[in-house]
T-cell receptor, first 116, second 116 residues
């Protein structure tokens, strides 16, 4: 069974600085997807960035980028130029689609606080 | 586009009672998944519905059941409520029709269920 581990329960960063959130996962699959979701106090899970395992190039979305190390099963999120609006819970998630169905497996989350 | 909508937003029930939560998927989506998010934890997969059938189920007891209607909306039913069922229940929708491949799952804002 797949597992996702986020070892940093809480982190803080000064506004405009850079922070990296860690995530490791365990799977025997070779093709899968990895995600970072943001959950603000409004509770809605918002997709931050997505990585297909077959792609060697790390995904980037504006200030957000990932460091995907497939052999090490590591998937960290880097937030550059942190903004107050980045304050939220961040969840790393694994997804494998098989036989017309799929499910997300989430880590326990990292609470990020951006300080003014 | 209203996105994924869930109702009600908050609910308080007594132990032993039954509850029904509702989800309307994002326009154009045909698949609905339900997740339970306990306080301080990541979401846990309950089950997924596609073509009005349960396609995959997580490690949840039979007290948790669901339904998908022809318009793709879905209900989650929980019988004989326990204190431990108190959680945020998230609905996620996506398009999983034949030939569409993977599409991003969109989450609703959840229903906060409190069992007293």
């Amino acid at each position: 069974a797949q597992t996702v581990t986020q070892s940093q329960p809480e982190m803080s960063v000064q506004e405009a600085e850079t922070v990296t959130l860690s995530c490791t996962y365990d799977t025997s699959e070779s093709n899968y997807y990895l995600f970072w979701y943001k959950q603000p106090p409004s509770r809605q899970m918002i997709l931050v960035i997505r990585q297909e395992a077959y792609k060697q190039q790390n995904a980037t979305e504006n200030r957000f980028s990932v460091n995907f190390q497939k052999a090490a099963k590591s998937f960290s999120l880097k937030i550059s130029d942190s903004q107050l609006g980045d304050t939220a819970m961040y969840f790393c998630a694994f997804m494998k689609q098989t036989s017309g169905t799929y499910k997300y497996i989430f880590g326990t989350g990292t609470r990020l606080k951006v300080l003014a | 586009d209203a996105g994924v909508t869930q109702s009600p937003t908050h609910l308080i029930k007594t132990r032993g009672q039954q509850v029904t939560l509702r989800c309307s998927p994002k326009s154009g989506h045909d698949t609905v998944s339900w997740y339970q998010q306990a306080l301080g934890q990541g979401p846990q997969f309950i089950f997924q519905y596609y073509e009005e059938e349960e396609r995959q189920r997580g490690n949840f007891p039979d007290r948790f059941s669901g339904h998908q209607f022809p318009n793709y909306s879905s209900e989650l039913n929980v019988n004989a409520l326990l204190l431990g069922d108190s959680a945020l229940y998230l609905c996620a929708s996506s398009l999983l029709g034949v030939g569409t491949g993977f599409t991003e799952a969109f989450f609703g804002q959840g229903t906060r269920l409190t069992v007293v």
